[in-house]
């Protein structure tokens, strides 16, 4: 069970987070027989580091959470998100990375909720945003290879 005190223990968390996607999708990338799909992995590879690099400069703010605590009940689902089996297919790899950007998401939103500085609040939205964005592709190309097989 996790306990997160501090808006450092969240950091750290969400970098972990942030490197596991980087590497999921280079992963993905490699499976992929679209150009287009490999294109916009790639990209969000990149975004995902920017995302990382952006989460690492907080860590020096010394920023606290407006309560005592986050919940591990609230934060526990988040750490399926980290784990990958390593054979995958195409489709399921998809709909692993659907998941992991709503997980991302919902974790961006949860924080951005529990600081009280507006600039934090801000980022964590825009961070919140970007994951949305990216999960709406998954569930499009997801729904492209659900079609395609019937």
């Known amino acids: 069970m996790m306990n997160f005190q501090m808006v ?4 750290e968390f969400a970098i972990a987070l942030e490197q596991a996607s980087q590497k999921f ?3 993905l ?3 992929t027989d679209s150009v287009a799909v490999r294109h916009f992995l790639g990209e ?5 580091t920017a995302h990382e690099a952006q989460l690492r400069d907080m860590l020096s703010g010394g920023w606290e959470l407006s309560s005592n605590s986050i919940s591990s009940k609230e934060m526990d689902r ?6 990958i089996p390593e054979a995958l297919d ?3 790899a998809v709909k692993i990375a659907r998941d992991k950007e709503n997980a991302s998401r919902m974790l961006y ?3 951005s909720g529990q600081v009280e500085q507006p600039e934090l609040v801000a980022i964590f939205n825009r961070l919140a945003l970007q994951e949305q964005n990216h999960h709406n592709f998954f569930v499009r190309e997801y729904r492209r ?3 395609g097989q019937n």
């Open 90 to 92: 195409y489709k399921e």
């Open 8 to 11: 450092q223990d969240v950091l």
């Open 109 to 111: 939103t949860i924080l």
């Open 145 to 147: 290879i659900c079609i």
């Open 25 to 27: 999708y280079a992963r």
């Open 78 to 83: 988040y750490i399926d998100a980290m784990s």
């Open 44 to 48: 969000l590879v990149r975004e995902e």
């Open 29 to 31: 990338a490699e499976q």
